[in-house]
């Protein structure tokens, strides 16, 4: 389930879900949850990323993030700001509006769940940014910097 802002605030308010999340939904940014998944999603909005001379040049590892469309039309600056401070280079980034065939595509994981419709709603309800982050564990340490998913794990990582 999908962390919001008003379980990641009383939890953990230094976290991005904390600051940049509506709602439980609408939690403002992905981040890819293994090595694989980052390939796969990067794959699937960069399909020409293995010829990109910046990202294939710049050392570390490379993860997916996603601000999601509430979250960059209000927060864009700010969440670029930290992704900088917190050690990672944005090898690639696109704006891009999402068509609903699209997100389907992209969180069919999902498909089962509860909360689908309303992602699907966020995910094409306005236009989303697409970073490719480069730095040494940038899987683990994205997912570190955005807080866990789960409410009741937000207690074991003060200050993500």
């Not at 389930?1 to 976290?15: H, M, Y």
């Not at 209000?74 to 068509?99: P, R, S, V, Y």
Request: glycine letters at 6%; one cysteine or more.
């Amino acid at each position: 389930k999908d962390l919001g802002a008003t379980e990641a605030t009383s939890q953990d308010p230094e976290s991005l879900r904390s600051q940049y999340a509506t709602n439980q939904i609408l939690n403002g940014i992905h981040g890819s949850d293994s090595n694989e998944s980052a390939m796969r999603e990067l794959a699937y909005f960069f399909p020409t990323a293995r010829s990109n001379s910046t990202a294939n040049e710049l050392l570390g590892q490379r993860t997916l993030a996603l601000i999601r469309p509430a979250a960059l039309s209000q927060h864009k600056d700010k969440i670029l700001n930290k992704i900088k401070e917190n050690g990672f280079k944005i090898a690639m980034t696109k704006t891009i509006k999402l068509d609903r065939s699209q997100a389907e595509e992209f969180y069919t994981e999902h498909r089962d769940k509860p909360f689908y419709e309303d992602l699907i709603q966020e995910m094409t309800s306005g236009p989303i940014m697409v970073l490719c982050l480069v730095k040494e564990n940038a899987v683990n340490t994205w997912r570190g910097l955005l807080g866990p998913k789960e409410k009741d794990k937000l207690a074991e990582a003060p200050g993500t």
